[in-house]
């Protein structure tokens, strides 16, 4: 079974300039996750969908950051205008309800951001 | 904000069992124990996971106290492939909130 894909894995930005990371998660899983995570800290979840709706965005900065998942498959996440502060690494999950061990949470390898 | 309080750091030798503790005090009664690991520079992995009974899989224990107020996981040989940050998380449903973890160094 092919694991969560994420492109590209790493990406050097100037601070205001706009950048976009892409998800591909495990076929048939219906919740995507996005988690932004700096260096020395756990993950934190920015964004969650189930299919193509969001469930939970509580702690995604909407002033510069948005993500969709227009087909319910693959999710972008972008960041427009990057600030010094979104330099972390962008990780995505998914996970399945009804297959396998369910609400287990599958991560990709992530998107190291780096913003000079 | 996380449920759980981890070690910063651990050392562990090669061969050894690897024991990780966990407190997750606050807990409630339909709250999972879920253990991940991240090796450097990858995504997080998914260990084991556990409600009331002990549980064992393929690559490690899971023993969570009766009271459910503490849990710990056990590698039963470690290799230095398991150093690695370790992640206990109380979670129900997708609401799964990561501390800073213990970061288990394997030493030959």
């Known amino acids: 079974e092919a694991g969560v894909a994420q492109s590209p894995r790493y990406k050097i930005i100037e601070k205001r300039q706009s950048v976009a990371f892409w998800c591909n998660p495990i076929s048939g899983h219906a919740t995507l996750y996005w988690y932004q995570q700096i260096l020395g800290q756990g993950p934190k979840l920015l964004i969650q969908?189930?299919?193509?709706?969001?469930?939970?965005d509580s702690q995604l900065p909407k002033d510069r950051f948005s993500a969709e998942r227009l087909k319910g498959v693959d999710s972008t996440l972008k960041i427009q205008p990057a600030k010094l502060e979104d330099s972390a690494v962008y990780l995505c999950?998914?996970?399945?309800?009804?297959?396998?061990?369910?609400?287990?949470?599958?991560f990709g390898p992530g998107t190291r951001l780096l913003v000079l | 904000d996380a449920k759980t309080t981890q070690p910063t750091s651990m050392d562990c030798a090669e061969g050894r069992a690897a024991n990780l503790p966990c407190n997750h005090s606050?807990?409630?009664?339909?709250?999972?124990v879920y253990w991940y690991r991240q090796i450097h520079s990858q995504g997080p992995q998914y260990i084991i996971h556990?409600?009331?009974n002990n549980e064992t899989n393929e690559m490690a224990s899971l023993i969570i106290t009766e009271d459910r107020k503490s849990s710990t996981l056990i590698l039963p040989h470690a290799t230095l492939r398991d150093t690695a940050v370790y992640y206990c998380?109380?979670?129900?449903?997708?609401?799964?909130?990561f501390g800073a973890g213990t970061r288990l160094t394997v030493k030959p």
């Open positions: 998380i109380v979670r129900v449903a997708n609401d799964m909130r």
């Open positions: 556990g409600l009331k």
């Open positions: 606050t807990i409630s009664g339909n709250e999972y």
């Open positions: 999950a998914s996970s399945s309800q009804t297959s396998g061990t369910p609400w287990t949470q599958y």
């Open positions: 969908f189930q299919n193509n709706g969001v469930v939970d």
